[in-house]
């Protein structure tokens, strides 16, 4: 066991952690900084595998951007002043039970196929992120366009939602 | 009696008949305003039909007798008519009621003149005139007993005349059931008649009898004699007539004295062919029971109407007793003579009482007005009174030279033939008539003594009122009276009794000097006894014991009656009421048990679906709760449980 | 370092992201959970392209494109329906249910 595969099982049992650290959390306030851990070790997981691209910008987006977002909205959702920024938890057993069920189908399915995988097959080329931007520009090109107008429109959208702040 | 006479005769027995109850038709619609005027309204329908009587006597005495017939009902086929009579004896009768009748309304038009209910006095009077001129007009049984019930239904209203007062309406209330005892008789009677002969056509009858079994004869006419019974006041039916005293005096005089008491003697007459020896036994005896009970009731009484009550009562059996002697004749005469002499009695008692009254009223005294020994000395302030009691008085008594010792001498008589033929029973029933005609004479002293002779027992209560003289509406009806209770109006010889009335009656018996003869010698004996024994050891009441009627009644039958009536009616009240509410009981119990039944399973079962769905629905609805997260979570458990089951299975 | 280790990781983020959705009164915790759902998802697109292939990691940037979206579009209607009904618990909000 090489320290990649030390820093990669770190990362992983710290995604998890954090995870159930989401669960368990009473405040919002710590679920949103539980879930920046989780999607930052993510991210470590996604540089070990050698998507360096998607990494930054999971970084960027989310723990720079829709976890600062939720913040805000926590902030601006609950009346701080008067009550705590608590969570009551309802249907836990059903909860529970139905996440549990989900979890065994997905494992359940994952023990029993076979994947041919080709270990350490083709190391990835450093130039990941060069051949990712040619695919985007090329292959991808109109999915590109079609996710940039979906943001613009969410944007407007968000914004227009929103509104009501801006005329108080 | 040519057919014109026969027509002009029945128009005038109809007219004679109708105008009473014209009169009292009349009277319900005149105005109350006219209520002064409805005494001369009545009483001048009353002299037509007087006058139209008076007419028809005239023309029938002694001639054939006419019978109107006509179709009353036809019932089942069979014609059932209604036959009316005119003969001597109707005629007579219609005479005597109509001419009592007129005489008593003008009476009380003095003597009730500020009654608050004068309007339905004269209307029933009026209307007992016409009733009781039925049961003398009728041919018919059937007939006779309809206006016998109205009659006895009239009688009933006038006693209780003066409703306010509770003794008023308990004597009319006990008349009444006194002769619905008769007529119960009575109608067994008429129906066996019926049965036997299927006419209740006296003539009819009559043609039929001789062919008929003696024993039924006999119950037929014992049981017809039982109605005599009850309407003429006869033992053991007879306490109801000293009671009647409670309406007012006028009534009295005219029912209770001439004719409605009297009518039972009349029907006795009509029926007499049914009267077998055996049933005539039965009657005498039945009559000398009555008259000696009335003579010592007479005897006792103190109340100067119940006196002459009980001396009808005692007069009345002397005439069913003289039934007995096997002719009607002597009966019906001493009833014709006795209608005149004892209603004058009344109206001069009525007179007494009505002079008091003024006294009484114009000193605010109290003391009882019709008590004779608050009476006495009365004959210097009532002479005309004084001397017409007299004259009626001596009549009842039996003296010579009236009609009372006259006809009194042909039921004498008729006993003395019936002992002459062999009877022994009848020297019993002579010896009772004299003893009778003896006490007869012993209390009528008595009463006229009280009355009117010793000194004034309220004679300052007298002197402060200073009365007036009395009118002559009351005067003059008194005096008529006393006029006819002469023996001119039976017969011009005064010693013999066949005179013209009698000798046109039934079957007449010849007169026999030897009883004039004992019979003025017995009223002289008893006058002189009469006067010494009240001269010298004057009591109130010469008797000490009378055989009260009515509390032998109460004690023998309306005690135990009640005390049956209490145990049947607790009978019905524990057991019969006591099974009926049982079986409700019961009923109700099953019912509810067949509620609970029906809400338990039949209502349990079908509210359970009911409630089975309903609850399936609410589950189901509950996760339909609007809470986006339970969508989400059934959603997503439904797909979990989707795929474990694809895959499990 | 096996792959299989990352899609059990994946599986359990995205089983944790289902409970949170389901059992959390609140709806920014909710939107959380969907962060971490489409998270547990980008992994699983990176973890297959591990081999070299890139066409995972391309579309696990659109899925975070769309993932942003999301969030925006998201928090606003949080805070829209905030100021609407002055509650961010969805529980209290059952408009869906028939009224009765």
Same mark, same amino acid.
């Given at each position: 066991m090489n320290l990649k595969d030390i820093i990669h099982y770190f990362f992983l049992l710290l995604a998890a952690l954090a995870a159930v650290g989401i669960l368990m959390a009473k405040n919002v306030l710590h679920a949103a900084l539980s879930l920046i851990i989780c999607l930052l070790s993510i991210a470590g997981i996604f540089v070990l595998l050698h998507a360096e691209l998607l990494a930054v910008t999971q970084i960027m987006v989310y723990a720079g951007g829709v976890v600062i977002l939720m913040i805000f909205g926590v902030m601006l959702s609950s009346r701080v002043a008067n009550k705590p920024l608590n969570v009551e938890t309802a249907r836990k057993i059903p909860g529970f039970i139905t996440g549990a069920g989900l979890l065994f189908i997905i494992v359940y399915a994952l023990t029993t196929t076979s994947f041919s995988l080709h270990p350490n097959s083709s190391t990835p080329a450093s130039n990941n992120v060069r051949e990712i931007g040619f695919q985007l520009m090329s292959s991808y090109v109109a999915p590109l366009e079609i996710a940039g107008i979906l943001l613009l429109i969410s944007l407007i959208g968000a914004a227009v939602t929103a509104s009501f702040l801006i005329k108080k | 009696m040519t057919a014109d006479d026969t027509f002009w005769v029945t128009r005038l027995a109809l007219a004679a008949w109708m105008l009473p109850v014209v009169s009292c038709v009349a009277l319900l619609f005149i105005p109350s305003g006219l209520k002064k005027r409805v005494p001369l309204v009545s009483s001048s329908l009353l002299f037509l039909a007087f006058i139209s009587s008076a007419f028809v006597f005239v023309s029938v005495w002694n001639n054939p007798s006419v019978v109107i017939t006509w179709n009353w009902f036809t019932f089942n086929g069979m014609e059932n008519n209604g036959q009316l009579r005119i003969d001597n004896l109707s005629a007579l009768m219609l005479v005597v009621v109509n001419f009592i009748s007129l005489l008593v309304h003008l009476f009380s038009s003095a003597y009730l003149h500020n009654d608050a209910g004068l309007k339905r006095y004269y209307a029933i009077l009026g209307f007992f005139t016409f009733a009781m001129l039925g049961i003398v007009l009728s041919d018919n049984l059937f007939v006779t007993f309809f206006f016998w019930e109205l009659v006895g239904f009239s009688s009933y209203l006038l006693i209780g005349h003066w409703r306010e007062k509770p003794e008023a309406g308990a004597a009319a209330t006990k008349a009444f059931l006194f002769n619905r005892i008769g007529d119960a008789g009575f109608l067994i009677g008429i129906g066996l008649l019926w049965a036997q002969f299927n006419s209740l056509h006296f003539e009819t009858i009559a043609k039929a009898t001789a062919a008929t079994d003696p024993a039924l004869l006999t119950w037929i006419s014992l049981l017809l004699f039982c109605g005599v019974m009850g309407k003429s006041a006869q033992f053991p039916l007879s306490t109801w007539l000293p009671d009647a005293m409670e309406g007012p005096t006028p009534v009295s005089a005219l029912i209770h004295a001439a004719t409605m008491v009297a009518a039972g003697v009349f029907l006795m007459a009509r029926i007499y062919f049914l009267f077998t020896p055996t049933a005539l036994v039965v009657v005498s005896t039945i009559g000398s029971i009555t008259a000696l009970w009335g003579a010592f009731g007479?005897?006792?009484?103190?109340?100067?109407?119940?006196?002459?009550?009980?001396?009808?009562?005692?007069?009345?059996?002397?005439?069913?007793?003289?039934?007995?002697?096997?002719?009607?004749?002597?009966?019906?005469?001493?009833?014709?003579?006795?209608?005149?002499?004892?209603?004058? !009695? #009344? +109206?001069?008692?009525?007179? %007494?009482?009505?002079? $008091?009254?003024?006294?009484?009223?114009?000193?605010? &005294?109290? @003391?009882?007005?019709?008590?004779?020994?608050?009476?006495?000395?009365?004959?210097?302030?009532?002479?005309?009174?004084?001397?017409?009691?007299?004259?009626?008085?001596?009549?009842?008594?039996?003296?010579?030279?009236?009609?009372?010792?006259?006809?009194?001498?042909?039921?004498?008589?008729?006993?003395?033939?019936?002992?002459?033929?062999?009877?022994?029973?009848?020297? !019993? #029933? +002579?010896?009772?008539?004299? %003893?009778?005609?003896? $006490?007869?004479?012993?209390?009528?002293?008595?009463? &006229?003594? @009280?009355?009117?002779?010793?000194?004034?027992?309220?004679?300052?209560?007298?002197?402060?009122?200073?009365?007036?003289?009395?009118?002559?509406?009351?005067?003059?009806?008194?005096?008529?009276?006393?006029?006819?209770?002469?023996?001119?109006?039976?017969?011009?010889?005064?010693?013999?009794?066949?005179?013209?009335?009698?000798?046109?009656?039934?079957?007449?018996?010849?007169?026999? +000097?030897?009883?004039?003869? %004992?019979?003025?010698?017995?009223?002289?004996?008893?006058?002189?006894?009469?006067?010494?024994?009240?001269?010298?050891?004057?009591?109130?009441?010469?008797?000490?014991?009378?055989?009260?009627?009515?509390?032998?009644?109460?004690?023998?039958?309306?005690?135990?009656?009640?005390?049956?009536?209490?145990?049947?009616?607790?009978?019905?009240?524990?057991?019969?009421?006591?099974?009926?509410?049982?079986?409700?009981?019961?009923?109700?119990?099953?019912?509810?048990?067949?509620? +609970?039944?029906?809400?338990?399973?039949?209502?349990?079962?079908?509210?359970?679906?009911?409630?089975?769905?309903?609850?399936?629905?609410?589950?189901?609805?509950?996760?339909?709760?609007?809470?986006?997260?339970?969508?989400?979570?059934?959603?997503?458990?439904?797909?979990?449980?989707?795929?474990?089951?694809?895959?499990?299975? | 370092m096996a792959i299989e280790h990352l899609l059990y990781l994946s599986a359990f983020l995205f089983s944790i992201g289902l409970v949170i959705i389901i059992t959390k009164r609140n709806a920014i915790m909710m939107l959380l959970g969907i962060e971490l759902m489409l998270n547990a998802a980008n992994l699983n697109l990176v973890a297959f392209g591990y081999d070299g292939k890139i066409e995972g990691q391309v579309f696990a940037l659109f899925v975070v494109i769309v993932a942003v979206c999301e969030a925006a579009v998201g928090m606003a209607i949080v805070l829209r329906v905030y100021h609407y009904y002055t509650t961010s618990v969805p529980d209290d909000i059952s408009n869906l249910k028939e009224q009765r």
């Open positions: - | 007479a005897l006792k009484a103190l109340d100067i109407k119940k006196i002459l009550a009980y001396s009808t009562v005692s007069q009345l059996g002397f005439m069913i007793l003289g039934m007995g002697s096997g002719s009607f004749s002597g009966s019906i005469l001493h009833l014709f003579t006795h209608a005149f002499f004892k209603a004058c !009695l #009344f +109206l001069s008692a009525g007179t %007494i009482i009505h002079y $008091l009254h003024g006294v009484q009223h114009k000193t605010h &005294t109290h @003391f009882d007005v019709q008590d004779i020994r608050n009476m006495g000395g009365l004959r210097q302030h009532l002479p005309y009174t004084f001397f017409a009691f007299l004259i009626a008085g001596a009549s009842l008594s039996g003296v010579p030279l009236l009609s009372g010792f006259v006809s009194k001498e042909a039921i004498l008589t008729q006993l003395y033939y019936t002992t002459q033929n062999g009877n022994t029973l009848g020297w !019993l #029933f +002579l010896c009772i008539a004299f %003893i009778v005609s003896f $006490l007869t004479v012993y209390y009528t002293f008595r009463m &006229t003594y @009280f009355i009117f002779f010793g000194h004034c027992r309220i004679a300052d209560v007298i002197q402060e009122a200073k009365a007036e003289r009395l009118p002559l509406i009351l005067t003059l009806p008194v005096s008529i009276l006393a006029a006819c209770s002469v023996w001119l109006i039976v017969s011009w010889n005064p010693s013999d009794f066949s005179g013209w009335i009698y000798n046109g009656l039934g079957n007449p018996v010849p007169h026999h +000097l030897i009883i004039t003869v %004992i019979s003025s010698i017995w009223v002289v004996l008893a006058f002189i006894f009469a006067y010494f024994n009240l001269r010298n050891k004057p009591r109130w009441s010469p008797i000490r014991f009378f055989p009260d009627l009515d509390v032998f009644y109460t004690v023998t039958l309306l005690k135990p009656l009640l005390q049956l009536s209490r145990y049947t009616l607790s009978f019905d009240k524990k057991w019969i009421d006591g099974s009926i509410h049982f079986a409700a009981y019961a009923q109700v119990t099953i019912a509810k048990a067949v509620m +609970l039944f029906d809400r338990v399973l039949i209502d349990g079962a079908v509210n359970g679906i009911a409630r089975l769905a309903g609850g399936i629905g609410s589950i189901t609805r509950s996760l339909a709760n609007g809470k986006i997260q339970s969508y989400i979570l059934w959603a997503t458990a439904s797909l979990v449980i989707f795929i474990l089951w694809i895959l499990l299975s | -």
